[in-house]
């Protein structure tokens, strides 16, 4: 009986435990179920993508960007493909063991290391860096055998810019450059779609046409879709849309002239610019020194930035729209031009030259050379007589002298496709209330101040820019346009151009007849006057008009022979000119600093553009020589055709990469020989027919002054690191 009772015990403890089982699985079960239901149906959708996205990755690819040629075809940046050996920081456990490896296997210099520093400075961590760029095939080789040791590093294909040419042109094409840290936060105020087209984006222009142009030489950002291994390394490729190459640029520069004029600088500081009149199309548009963008694609080097921004000749500086320089006597012709066109002086009014003039207890003087005698407006401007236009001002006024000049471009933007110009000085009465606000006791306008305005001293300070503007509008009697660099531009896709005409404003309204007394006046220059001698035996008539200009002021009692030991402190030689006299197809100025009289140095040049542009000649080696010594006056030994001269090749970083000669170079050789036939004037003929026809506008990104900015050095020296 007792054993029964044992048995039932047991039998009742069995079915209690086994109910208990049977309720603690259940429950699990329930639970596990739940779960599962909580993740396959409420967490669906978010997991999948996760799954998704562990396996599919979506890269952009970048664009080509498109290539910037001249009137000719003459290619001046290109792109071309090199590996680049790239570090993800957040990737590496110990940074600097990784990199101190890694050099056992590619070589890497103290300046890819400091570059490399930098750049992580303005980046995110999760972001790919380059430790090396442009990989030789056998480095490539040698690093793919060893990856396995190196977690975080790898190699990557990349498109890097081209500038075949070197410096020529430089200020006029700009760079482009990485994007930093303070432009990523400034695209962060672009339109959703201009932003996602520069998804993958590491480089954008900073600076010239690379800059201005931005969004047409940019392209459109393509994708892949590759499915990724679990260390994250692409398997395959899934889908794909090819991005769209960037818009090519057509200039209407003639590289041969731009490096022609170069090369006449020689050493020397200063800046041209020629304009066709009949259009607005910029021929040459020159700014020396110059330096190699080249420098700039991938990082330019603490070592090249110091010397670059702390040269006491400021090679950044683009003088040709932001230098700026008081006119001296090429702003004569202006000054007349104003007293005819408000009666305060007729042509045959003839002034006693002395050679001196007093006004207020001061004596104004005149140049050394200058000839006494009675002038009238003609012989006034041959002579270049200060004493003429001194009176003239005073008759005039400093706010009657604004009001007539400033329509010529003086003191305002040209509004040329290139960002960064100044707006130079042509003083009021206004203008200096404006600019002396802070200090009160200044804002007076004292007249004997307007003596000086009338032989282009005194707060006058143009760009050359301005200058070759206002001597475009003289020599075609009022018609003005704005300067334009860029022709067209190609859709390399559809094979589409657009023609951009210079924007026609509306023309000055100058009598005829007063326009002749002027042209007659300047063309008397340069057979009688200060530049005879450089244009004796032209085949061509021109006008022009010499300008000496004073680089600092004089204190009282100090002459010229006590600054000319510091040649920093000479007078600025200019020249301003057009031709042919009756048509004009160019027209031009320029300054060469320090140099003295604009007859000795500026105006030689000037007769050399005219023989390249008007007569297709190219100057010769020994004349070349004595235009760079200051020593020219016309042409010596025979010229040259300049389809016979070959094109500039890039120096520097341009040949260090080994750039150059390249298959674009070669194919630019060619093309300029086969257009030898046609002259740039020629070639600017044919321009000027469409000119009239409006061409769409091409349009930035939006935010492209924010994040796009002009790097050209300020006063003093930048004290930060290179950009």
């Known amino acids: 009986m007792t054993e029964l009772r044992n048995v039932e015990r047991e039998l009742d403890r069995f079915r209690l435990r086994s109910v208990a089982a049977a309720f603690f699985v259940l429950i699990a079960f329930g639970l596990l179920s739940s779960r599962l239901v909580y993740l396959q149906v409420y967490r669906h959708d978010e997991l999948s993508t996760r799954a998704e996205a562990n396996r599919i990755a979506v890269l952009p690819v970048v664009p080509n960007r498109g290539r910037i040629l001249d009137r000719n075809g003459v290619v001046l940046a290109s792109n071309y493909t090199a590996y680049t ?92 450059g990485r994007i930093n840290q303070a432009e990523k936060k400034a695209m962060e105020d672009w339109d959703d779609d201009v932003l996602a087209n520069y998804r993958g984006t590491e480089y954008i222009g900073k600076l010239g046409l690379e800059q201005s142009y931005e969004s047409e030489l940019h392209g459109a950002t393509g994708y892949e879709e590759v499915e990724t291994s679990a260390g994250g390394r692409a398997v395959r490729r899934l889908n794909s849309r090819p991005p769209t190459p960037g818009n090519e640029l057509h200039l209407s520069i003639d590289i041969k002239l731009q490096a022609m004029v170069e090369e006449l600088f020689g050493e020397r500081r200063g800046a041209l610019v020629a304009i066709d009149p009949r259009n607005g199309e910029v021929l040459a548009f020159v700014s020396k020194p110059t330096f190699d963008p080249n420098l700039f694609v991938d990082g330019i080097d603490a070592d090249s930035w110091r010397d670059l921004n702390e040269n006491p000749d400021k090679p950044l500086l683009n003088r040709a729209m932001r230098g700026t320089y008081p006119p001296g006597s090429t702003f004569k012709p202006y000054m007349a031009m104003a007293a005819l066109n408000t009666g305060k002086r007729s042509p045959s009014v003839v002034i006693q030259d002395n050679l001196t003039y007093s006004f207020g207890g001061r004596t104004f003087g005149s140049a050394e050379g200058d000839r006494a005698g009675p002038k009238d407006m003609r012989l006034a401007i041959v002579t270049s007589s200060n004493v003429y236009f001194y009176s003239l001002a005073n008759e005039m006024g400093v706010d009657l002298i604004h009001d007539q000049l400033e329509p010529f471009g003086f003191g305002r933007k040209t509004d040329i496709d290139l960002e960064g110009e100044v707006t130079g000085v042509l003083p009021s009465q206004d203008w200096k209330r404006r600019y002396f606000a802070k200090t ?83 063309n008397g220059v340069t057979l009688e006057g200060t530049s005879r001698a450089v244009f004796a035996g032209a085949a061509y008539q021109s006008g022009g008009k010499t300008g000496t200009a004073q680089a600092i002021g004089l204190r009282a009692g100090q002459t010229y022979k006590d600054i000319k030991a510091d040649e920093r402190k000479r007078d600025h030689s200019l020249y301003i000119a057009f031709a042919p006299l009756e048509a004009p197809r160019v027209a031009l100025a320029l300054i060469v600093e320090n140099a003295g009289f604009g007859s000795t140095s500026a ?13 297709n000649e190219y100057p010769s080696e020994e004349d070349m020589a004595l235009v760079r010594q200051g020593k020219a006056t016309a042409p010596v030994g025979k010229p040259r055709n300049p389809a016979d001269i070959p094109l500039p090749t890039g120096t520097g970083a341009s040949v260090a990469m080994g750039l150059v000669p390249t298959p674009e170079l070669a194919a630019s050789e060619a093309a300029l020989a086969a257009s030898s036939a046609e002259t740039p004037a020629s070639g600017a003929a044919s321009a000027a027919a469409s000119a009239s026809a409006p061409a769409p506008k091409p349009v930035p990104p939006k935010p492209a002054s924010a994040v796009l900015p002009v790097l050209a050095p300020a006063p003093k020296p930048s004290s930060g690191g290179p950009p």
Do not use: C
């Not at 105006?603 to 007569?615: C, E, G, K, Q, T």
């Open 440 to 522: 009160p006791a200044n804002q007076k306008w004292f007249p004997g101040e307007t003596i000086s305005l009338g032989i282009g001293q005194g707060y006058n300070s143009f760009t050359m820019l301005q200058l070759a503007t206002a001597v475009s509008t003289l020599s075609t009697g009022g018609q003005r346009y704005k300067p334009r660099l860029v022709r067209e531009i190609e859709d390399v896709v559809k094979h589409d151009q657009r023609h951009i005409a210079s924007d026609a404003l509306s023309a000055l309204p100058l009598r005829p007849a007063d326009v002749d007394v002027i042209r007659n006046a300047m």
């Open 603 to 615: 105006a030689p040049i000037a007769r050399r553009v005219f023989d390249y542009v008007l007569r």
């Open 85 to 176: 050996l790239e570090i993800t920081p957040s990737k590496v456990e110990n940074l600097e063991e990784t990199i101190n490896a890694l050099t056992q296997v590619v070589e890497i210099q103290p300046r890819d290391r400091r570059r490399f520093k930098r750049q992580m400075e303005e980046s995110k961590s999760f972001e790919s860096l380059p430790i090396r760029t442009k990989l030789t095939d056998v480095e490539v080789a040698r690093f793919l055998a060893q990856r396995f040791r190196f977690a975080g590093v790898d190699i990557k294909a990349r498109l890097f810019r081209n500038y075949p040419l070197g410096d020529t042109g430089s200020h006029m094409l700009g760079y482009i």
